[in-house]
Structure formats: structure tokens, C-alpha cells
């Protein structure tokens, strides 16, 4: 299934995406789950023209994700360093200030009010400010989306403030993303990150063509020569005078031999200390009678001129000083170039010139470099080899691979968030014991001359959605049961008419069922609507006619209804049974001794009890193979015909299918009410999703959790009522309250990391229904406000 975005005017997910299949006569919910892209990514580090090797990183990075998946997906946000001011391109849309505490506050508002799906962190630690970088955190702190990291740098012996800030950098990333086995062997053992919380993933490398060095040569003046190479920002643990110092003895067996130093001095480098080291290693040139074969070039490198640097050399050399380097980016770019490579043994370099992929020396010992470069130069066939090798074995490295396996990175953190929210048991959410006031201000913003829209974006109607049966339907429902405490009795009888005048326009005499999706432009969109559509309008035409005090609303609704109950017995779908059976029972209240009705409830009663007792298992007590959408109404159906018809089976059905739902849908931690998300739902034979959480699902529960109160009198049912009832007031994984007191409307559920701020109809009216019936079980007149 290809998921809904997670954008600020996504519409609400109204049953979620599944298959089905048939058990007896019904045809039942089987969850499926896959995963979508995330539709907006920001990145946060160094960007480009930024002088540093994270801005090339990241640019790279964001070029690659943009070719691969498409350029409006993702957006950076670059560090910028004191005092300095770049000419960012289009993508950056944000820039944070390095030592500006308020910066960091200010981009975490930005990135949760323009609802990015996830951010990807680029982490070192002197690119951020505070002690240790700590800064970052503070930003992290406040996102409400998913968060990946990629560490650049992963120390094994941190002090205590670069310890501190890995752990808890850990701790709020969703996944990290490492480069090497050397720092995930590290995060496990030093920072004791588990292992399933750590991707692996090369650094990236352009896709460059396997060609002979001597096609760029020219470029650098240095046709015909032999060409070895360092590139990269110059600093001293860079060790590049262990290759000067064993140029003597290589020009000795080869004249021909030129070495060329690429790469600017290091930003932080020259702040503290201008070009010393550079001259220093001039001068050691001179010294050495070396200088006329030894070329500094003292500029950043851009990336297309970096390619020609590693295309003319025949070696690539980097002599770093330690060991204590678990990411070289130029050594990957060499690699993937196909370059002949001698390195000293830091960790970066061990892994991945490992297999005769590259020549392995002691740390500062010229004289062994001395002896494999002569050696490479000599051995023209074994030079290649070693080319082939490496070429073949980064193929995995080139940035449209990287990119891919970025993007599977992503799915992961946003299905751990789905699956297992990060914030659920942090501590316990907003539990209440007094009822909100009704408000139909919502209601009506929603209703115009035709009916109830469907969608809203934010709190203002979508009129591009249209309108639906089943929430003209719901609508109805909630406008019946509000008339006894309407302070203006008009205004709720008069949303009723219109509603009830909605399904009459609906219904299709012609095959004697209702449509749903009617346009804007008033073109219905199909000939025949759902069966659960066709069973919520049965639904509200039976609440009319029992609850309704206005004597025309129920006489329509009387002649709708006779039209309406004889397609219930063909369906197959149980909550179209349920729903249906809601509406007759409604009619047999106004009318108990209607033989017919009597029928069809218990014929749908007994079809909820067969498909119950066909799929029933000791530790799954449920009539499908898996929980999908408006689960609590199956067991409330048993549970309503059975305590009318005296029906003991019915009832016991019903009790314990309830109760082995409401253990389902139970936080373990806090208790809080947890409903199944309908981002995969929950198969018995696979995963449970934990997102997106529905305000159907708690109003389901709720009123399924009240039923069983009034069959059984058991205090425990109407607890559960109340648990289920303050998932809408924030007691819930998100701590975060669905219903908006100021307009009176119910967001449309939360998301992993928040909640969707758009208050649509469905969501409203499931709020509604759910006060409204709370309301009736604690025989509160509800105070009615409609503005």
C-alpha cells in the first residue's frame, strides 16, 4: 500500500489499507503493512560553500537523496560557524548560528511547524556549539518527528562532556547511522547503544568512470609523470611529512615521480595557528632537495575539481599520524575512483583496504612508504590488480547506492516510531473525571446548504473532499442526541434536517442502496457506497426514529429506514452487521414488537457470533485474523443484542471479546489507551502498528465499554469508558490533547511524532459522539453551545 503523506493538510486515514478474505459468509479484515517515504526531510550540518569536509558530506548527501527521490522532498539547515556568512543555495532554508543557543531553539520550531516527517543529523562534535557540541541537543530535545544521526566521528576515549553528549545524542536518535564497523563496535561498547539501533553505511563516493590516470594528468601540468596524491584539509595529524621525507629515496629508483598535495589549510587550523604547518612542510621539501617534485595546492577543492586531483594520480597516499580515525572521506573517494592506495593502519583504512585492496604501513616510517610506492610503480600489473579490486568492491559506495540505503534508514526510524512510540510511558498524560462542554460551533463550520463536508484543513472545510454518506450519517446521529440539552432546541433540529435531507439525496432507489462520496459540484462519485456506509445511515435513520423529538425528522427517517434494512442481510462485511444492527435496534426500542426488525437483528447478532466462534483461538479472542478499524463496535454489537433478546451467548461473546480487546489497546506502562494505528493495523500472524491512532477507535471503545457497563454493572466497564475517553484529552502516547476546546473540533489523530492539526469531520464527530454518550451514562444535561 502506498501510505498517506504526513503533511500539515493530510487527510485522515478512515480505515486504513488491508486485504480480505472470506470466513463462512463474511468477508473479513486482514491487515497489511508497508512502509511510505518520508515526504519532507531536513538535514541538518555544514553545507556548502561552507569550507569543511561535513558541507561537502552533506551537500553530497542532499544531491544524491534529491536525484534519487526528488528535489522538493528534503531541505538543510547549515551551522554556521562565528562571524562568517555564506551564499547558501535554495535548498537551505534555515541557518543556525554555532554558538547561539536561541538559534537551535528557534530551528526546532521551524522544523515541528512546518511538520517535516523526519530530520537527519549530521554530527561532529566541533560543528556545534556548547561544551562538546551540546547545543544540538537542545534542538533535539524539542523535535517532535523522527530523528537519524550520522556520526562522523565516534571517539573510543572520549572525555566526560564528549561522553555525555554521545549518550543522550543516542538516546533522542531514532537511528544512527555509522561508516564504518570500527565506530558501530564503538557505540556498542562505549556508549552501549544496541546494536539494532545502528545502520551501517559507507560514505558516499561520486561514480566515476575506471580511466587511466593519465587522461587528467595534463590538467595539473604533470603529463607523463607518476603522481602520487594526498588530498584533503590540511592539518598536522594529516602526516604528510612522512611521504616528503621518503621522496628522496623513491627519486632515487624513479626521477619521474611527482607528489602533489591537494587541499586548503583547516579552517579551525589556520584560525589558531595561519599556514605554519603548510610552510613547514614547504620548507622540509627544500631541505630535502625535493621541492621541484612536490606541488601545494592551497585552495578548498570543490568536488568536480576533486575528481580530477584523484583521476590524475597513479598512487593515492594517506599517511595519517593515529589510528584514532574511524571515517576517512578521502580515502572513500580514492576507492571508488579505482585508485592504487598506500595507507597507514587507522581504523577507516584497515576495513576498507582490507582483501589486497590497498598497501597497509606503520605509522610514520618514510621508509616503508618509500619501499611500496617504488614497489607499485614497478609492478605495473599488480598496481592494476589492486585498482580492479577496489573499484569493484566500492561499487556499493557510489552515492546513488548510499542514498538508497539512507532512505531504508529513514523507513526504519519512522516504523519504530509507528510500531513503538518513543514518548509512550515517559510519565502519565492528562486523565480528567469532569466532561467537557458540547460545543457544535465545529459542526456547523462544517455543515453548509447540502450537507457536512468531510475534510478540513486545519479547522477551515475542504471543499475540494466533498461530502460522504458516513459522516452526513454520523452527523445526524450527534445532532439527535444533542436536541434535550440544546439551549436554542432549533439549532440541533435544524443541522438534523439537513443531514437527514443528505441521505435521502443519497439513497438510490434503483438497487436499494446509499451512495457516498458526493463532490463539491454535487456529481455523486459512485452508484453504490460501502456496505459500512450503507450500515452507518441505517445507524442514524434508527436513532432518528427512537431519539428524535421532532415528529417529521422521524417520519422521513421511518420511510428511509423501511427502504434501507432489506440489503443488510447480503452483506458480508461484520461492521456493516454491526452497524446495521445499531440502527434496527434503535427502531426496535421505538418499536419493540416488529416481528421483522426482530429478524434481522438477531440474523446479524448470529452471523457476528459464527465468524467469532470459526476465528476464536484461547489467546485470540477476536472474530477476524486481525484488529483493523472500528474494532470495539464488533463485540458492542453482541453485547446490545444480546441484552435486549436475552441472549446469554450473545452476551458472553461479547464480554470476552471486549475484554480481550481492551487488553489490547492498553499502555502496559501507564495504562493509558493505546488504539490499534492504522498504519499496518495488527495481524495475529504479524506486527501490531502503533500509529496513526483514530479518534474512531477511542469513540468506538468508549461507547463498546459502556454497553458492557450497562449489561453487566460493573464498575471496571466504566472506567474503561473514562480511560478510553481521555486518549481525546491527552492521556496518551503523545501526552497531547485531540480536542480543540477553542473551536470545538477534534484533530484527526497522531502521528508518531504529533498530532494531524486538521480537524475533519469524522474525527469531530467520533469526539461528539463520544461526550455525548459519556455524557448520558452520567446523567449530565449537556450544556450546548453552538456558535
Not at 201 to 210: D, K
Not at 389 to 407: H, T
Not at 724 to 752: E, I, M, Q, V
Not at 761 to 768: D, M, V
Request: proline share 5%; with cysteine.
Amino acid at each position: 500500500m502506498s501510505l498517506p503523506k504526513t503533511l500539515p493538510f493530510r487527510k485522515p486515514l478512515r480505515i486504513g489499507s488491508s486485504v480480505s478474505r472470506v470466513i463462512g459468509s463474511a468477508q473479513v479484515i486482514e491487515p497489511t503493512v508497508s512502509l511510505s517515504l518520508p515526504s519532507r526531510i531536513a538535514i541538518i550540518g555544514n553545507y556548502l560553500p561552507r569550507q569543511c569536509g561535513i558541507a561537502t558530506f552533506t551537500t553530497d548527501l542532499c544531491d544524491a537523496v534529491s536525484g534519487e527521490y526528488g528535489t522538493e522532498r528534503l531541505f538543510a539547515l547549515p551551522v554556521n560557524d562565528p562571524d562568517s556568512e555564506y551564499g547558501y543555495p535554495e535548498r537551505v532554508r534555515f541557518e543556525l548560528t554555532e554558538e547561539e543557543l536561541s538559534s537551535y531553539h528557534r530551528a526546532a520550531e521551524f522544523l515541528n511547524f512546518t511538520n517535516v516527517d523526519l530530520v537527519c543529523v549530521q554530527h561532529e562534535y566541533g560543528i556545534f556549539g556548547g561544551k562538546a557540541g551540546s547545543h544540538i541537543l537542545e534542538l533535539l530535545q524539542r523535535l517532535r518527528m523522527p530523528v537519524v544521526t550520522t556520526l562522523h566521528t565516534v571517539l573510543r576515549d572520549p572525555n566526560p562532556d564528549q561522553h555525555r553528549v554521545m549518550v543522550e545524542l543516542a538516546e533522542l536518535s531514532d537511528r544512527l547511522i555509522v561508516m564504518s564497523q570500527h565506530s558501530s563496535d564503538f557505540l556498542q561498547e562505549i556508549f552501549q547503544v544496541p546494536a539494532n539501533k545502528i545502520d551501517v553505511i559507507p560514505h558516499g563516493v561520486p561514480n566515476l568512470a575506471f580511466v587511466d590516470p593519465n587522461f587528467y594528468k595534463d590538467r595539473f601540468a604533470v603529463g607523463g609523470k607518476s603522481v602520487l596524491l594526498t588530498f584533503g584539509l590540511l592539518s598536522p595529524n594529516k602526516g604528510v611529512e612522512t611521504v616528503i621525507q621518503a621522496m628522496p629515496r623513491i627519486l632515487s629508483h624513479n626521477s619521474n615521480v611527482m607528489y602533489i598535495v591537494a587541499g586548503a589549510t583547516h579552517p579551525h587550523i589556520r584560525k589558531r595557528e595561519g599556514d605554519r604547518y603548510r610552510e613547514s612542510l614547504q620548507l622540509l621539501a627544500k631541505d630535502l632537495g625535493v621541492e621541484k617534485n612536490v606541488i601545494f595546492h592551497n585552495r578548498f577543492v570543490s568536488p568536480e575539481e576533486m575528481m580530477e586531483f584523484i583521476g590524475c594520480a597513479d598512487i593515492y597516499i594517506t599517511p595519517y599520524k593515529n589510528e584514532a580515525q574511524v571515517v576517512s572521506g578521502t580515502l572513500a573517494y580514492a576507492l571508488g575512483a579505482g585508485k592504487a592506495v598506500i595507507s597507514t593502519p587507522y581504523w577507516h583504512a584497515l576495513e576498507l583496504l582490507d582483501q589486497r585492496r590497498g598497501i597497509i604501513v606503520p605509522f610514520n616510517d618514510e621508509n616503508a612508504i618509500a619501499e611500496q610506492t617504488i614497489h607499485l610503480l614497478e609492478n605495473e600489473a599488480e598496481r592494476h590488480a589492486m585498482r580492479k579490486r577496489a573499484y569493484v568492491y566500492s561499487r556499493n559506495m557510489v552515492w546513488k547506492c548510499v542514498a538508497q540505503d539512507y532512505m531504508r534508514s529513514f523507513q526504519k526510524a519512522r516504523a519504530d516510531r509507528m510500531w513503538n512510540s518513543r514518548l509512550a510511558g515517559s510519565r502519565p498524560g492528562n486523565r480528567i473525571a469532569q466532561l467537557p462542554q458540547v460545543r457544535l460551533n465545529h459542526l456547523s463550520r462544517m455543515t453548509d446548504d447540502t450537507g457536512m463536508l468531510q475534510h478540513a484543513i486545519f479547522a477551515v472545510p475542504n471543499y475540494h473532499e466533498g461530502y460522504a454518506t458516513d459522516d452526513n450519517a454520523r452527523a445526524l446521529i450527534v445532532s439527535i442526541l444533542a436536541e434535550p440539552g440544546a439551549m436554542n432546541a432549533e439549532s440541533p433540529k435544524t443541522l438534523a434536517s439537513r443531514y437527514l435531507a443528505f441521505l435521502w439525496l443519497a439513497f438510490n432507489a434503483a438497487n436499494g442502496r446509499f451512495r457516498n462520496f458526493l463532490s463539491y459540484s454535487r456529481e455523486w462519485q459512485e452508484a453504490q457506497g460501502s456496505e459500512d456506509s450503507h450500515g452507518r445511515a441505517l445507524w442514524s435513520l434508527g436513532t432518528a426514529i427512537h431519539q428524535s423529538g421532532n415528529e417529521n425528522l422521524r417520519g422521513l427517517a421511518g420511510r428511509l429506514f423501511e427502504l434501507a434494512v432489506p440489503a443488510v442481510l447480503s452483506f458480508t462485511s461484520p461492521r456493516s452487521w454491526a452497524f446495521s444492527l445499531f440502527g434496527i435496534q434503535e427502531y426496535l426500542d421505538r418499536f419493540p414488537g416488529d416481528r421483522s426488525a426482530q429478524r434481522h437483528r438477531d440474523l446479524l447478532a448470529a452471523k457476528l457470533l459464527k465468524i467469532y466462534q470459526i476465528t476464536r483461538t484461547p489467546d485470540w479472542n477476536w472474530f477476524e485474523e486481525g484488529l483493523a478499524y472500528s474494532n470495539a463496535r464488533l463485540p458492542q454489537a453482541l453485547l446490545l443484542a444480546g441484552s435486549r433478546a436475552s441472549n446469554k451467548e450473545w452476551l458472553a461473546a461479547g464480554l470476552e471479546s471486549l475484554t480481550w480487546l481492551e487488553k489490547q489497546q492498553r499502555c502496559t506502562i501507564n495504562g493509558h489507551f493505546v488504539p490499534i494505528g492504522s498504519q499496518g493495523f495488527y495481524s495475529k500472524t504479524g506486527g501490531r502498528a502503533r500509529f496513526d491512532q483514530q479518534p474512531l477507535e477511542a469513540n468506538a471503545t468508549v461507547c463498546a465499554c459502556l454497553e458492557a457497563y450497562r449489561a453487566t454493572g460493573e464498575e471496571r466497564w466504566r472506567t474503561q469508558a473514562w480511560t478510553a475517553f481521555n486518549w481525546f484529552l491527552g492521556d496518551n502516547d503523545l501526552k497531547t490533547s485531540l480536542y480543540d476546546p477553542s473551536t470545538g473540533g477534534c484533530r484527526d489523530g497522531l502521528h508518531a511524532d504529533r498530532a494531524n492539526e486538521n480537524q475533519g469531520a469524522e474525527s469531530t464527530l467520533s469526539f461528539l459522539m463520544a461526550l455525548l454518550e459519556m455524557q448520558q451514562l452520567e446523567v449530565v444535561t449537556p450544556e450546548l453551545t453552538l456558535r
